[in-house]
Nanobody
């Protein structure tokens, strides 16, 4: 399984970005997918996850109401729409796939076994 993340950039407070993660490998539809981020000097943290059915989503409190995770199963693609960006959202963003299929969204990074290379998001005030 390989994950290719893109869509990051340098924007200003209040702007929007849409991150894209394209996955290769079998059985895309059987897995929960997530986005994590690592801010400068901080540990990697959970941002959002979407279930293998697409019906359940989970968000970190810090992004709830501003970010939306979605999936396009035929295209093996995960998205993270980020609105009302703040300087605190500056981070490297990673997409990831849960280790085990048919499991619900989870926030622990250890539950995810495959990671993309990261895409940088910088928000200036």
């Amino acid at each position: 399984v390989q994950l290719q993340a893109s869509g990051g950039g340098h924007v200003r407070t209040g702007d929007s970005l849409k991150l894209v993660c394209v996955a290769s490998g079998p059985n895309f539809s059987r897995y929960t997918w997530g986005w994590f981020r690592q801010r400068p000097g901080k540990d990697r943290e959970f941002v959002a996850a979407i279930s293998w059915t697409g019906n359940t989503r989970d968000y970190a409190d810090s992004v709830k109401g501003r970010f939306t995770i979605s999936r396009d199963t035929p295209e093996n693609t995960i998205y993270l729409q980020m609105n009302s960006l703040e300087p605190e959202d500056t981070a490297t963003y990673y997409c990831a796939r849960r280790r085990t299929d048919l499991q619900p969204p989870a926030r622990g990074s250890s539950l995810y076994g495959f990671w993309g290379q990261g895409t940088q998001v910088t928000v200036s005030s």
